[in-house]
């Protein structure tokens, strides 16, 4: 009798430890896929980096960013090298999601426009041209970004 519950215990162990380890796999598959087109990683540029995680076509939309509209007074310190110009001189954008994360190019593969959704603001990134799969996205910070640091251009 006491073998029989070991032998049964045992097997209902089995059992839920496969049904949990195939639920684990399809689950964690399915968190790569919805990762969605970019992914960051250690940039050659300068520290982190925005990658495509699939091919790209020309003008596809790569991501919308929810963006909050702050004055230029509350940005300072590092956090100044990732917000965008906002809708006036005085405001600034900080957006959300991997929006703060591209890198500056001159001859860039991403461009950006700021959308006025139901939901608020968003910066919404596509594609200029072609991007590769693990190719690192860029855009233009633009002149007056350049202006604004120590007069060097990258």
Same mark, same amino acid.
Not at 63 to 74: G, K, P, S
Not at 101 to 108: I, K
């Given at each position: 009798?006491?073998?029989? $519950?070991?032998?049964?215990?045992a097997i209902s162990l089995l059992s839920g430890l +496969?049904?949990?380890?195939?639920?684990?796999?399809?689950?964690?598959?399915? $968190?790569?896929?919805?990762? %969605?087109?970019?992914? $960051?990683?250690? +940039?050659?540029?300068? %520290?982190?980096?925005?990658?495509?995680?699939?091919?790209?076509?020309?003008?596809?939309? $790569?991501?919308?960013?929810?963006?909050?509209?702050?004055?230029?007074?509350?940005? %300072?310190?590092?956090?100044?090298? /990732?917000?965008?110009? #906002?809708?006036?001189?005085? &405001?600034? &954008?900080?957006?959300?999601?991997?929006?703060?994360?591209?890198?500056?190019?001159?001859?860039?593969?991403? #461009? /950006?426009?700021?959308?006025?959704?139901?939901?608020?603001?968003?910066?919404?990134?596509?594609?200029?041209?072609?991007?590769?799969?693990?190719?690192?996205?860029?855009?233009? /910070?633009?002149?007056?970004?350049?202006?604004?640091?120590?007069?060097?251009?990258?």
């Amino acid at each position: 009798m006491t073998e029989g $519950i070991y032998f049964t215990a045992a097997i209902s162990l089995l059992s839920g430890l +496969s049904i949990g380890t195939a639920i684990a796999i399809l689950f964690f598959r399915w $968190i790569r896929k919805e990762q %969605g087109k970019v992914s $960051i990683q250690p +940039s050659t540029v300068a %520290g982190r980096g925005a990658f495509a995680a699939q091919n790209i076509t020309t003008g596809e939309i $790569i991501e919308r960013c929810a963006a909050i509209e702050v004055n230029h007074t509350d940005i %300072g310190g590092e956090l100044l090298n /990732y917000v965008f110009y #906002g809708s006036t001189e005085n &405001l600034r &954008l900080v957006a959300m999601g991997n929006g703060m994360l591209f890198n500056h190019s001159f001859e860039p593969n991403v #461009g /950006y426009y700021l959308d006025e959704t139901p939901s608020g603001k968003e910066l919404v990134l596509y594609a200029l041209s072609e991007v590769r799969k693990g190719e690192e996205m860029f855009y233009n /910070y633009g002149d007056d970004w350049w202006a604004t640091r120590s007069g060097t251009d990258s």
